[in-house]
């Protein structure tokens, strides 16, 4: 019995934090307007953190194991250090007061084609007031899918239809002033 009195603390301790969280930032994100001629609807949807637009150096990637389809319209996604392995070091980068570069990558499953959308930190978290979020304890990043459009073939004017449509919100806290 004691075992279980214990267990049950620790759980509503750790879930304590999280659930003092609140939406430090939300900004809505579209990828569309694909020049790719994709033959599937499944892709896997990565969110890449990197120093720069124009290298991959120190990339970290979160979301790395969501794999999405039309179907998955309405589902939340959601990273926390318990969920996902790049969260710890994603923190870091949306926080350290560097303007670096998000991603967010769409890959066809079959083919790896890519299609993406990327923004300097400071342009992404342009209601932050700072380059990034630095000073913000983030508890967890979720992505909501709030649409995805996929025609499955070519489309008047270019590729096939395709538009993916999520919105990010960065949960966490602000810390109170020291005395």
Known sequence: MPIRFCCLLAALFMGQA???STPLFQRAISINKSTNDFATSLFDLDLVLGDDAFTTA???TLFDDVAIE??????????TSATDPGFDEAVLRITDGLDRF????ATEVQSGREQGIGFGESGFFLAAGS???AGNIIDAITLRLDGFTFSGGPV???G?????????TVLGRVPEPHS
């Open 160 to 168: 096939p239809e395709f538009e993916i449509l999520m919105t990010v």
């Open 58 to 60: 120190n990339p970290v």
């Open 102 to 105: 998000l991603q967010f990558l």
């Open 156 to 158: 008047p004017g270019g």
């Open 131 to 133: 380059p990034d979020l």
């Open 18 to 20: 999280h659930a003092a």
């Open 70 to 79: 039309p179907a998955d319209a309405g589902t939340v996604y959601e990273a």
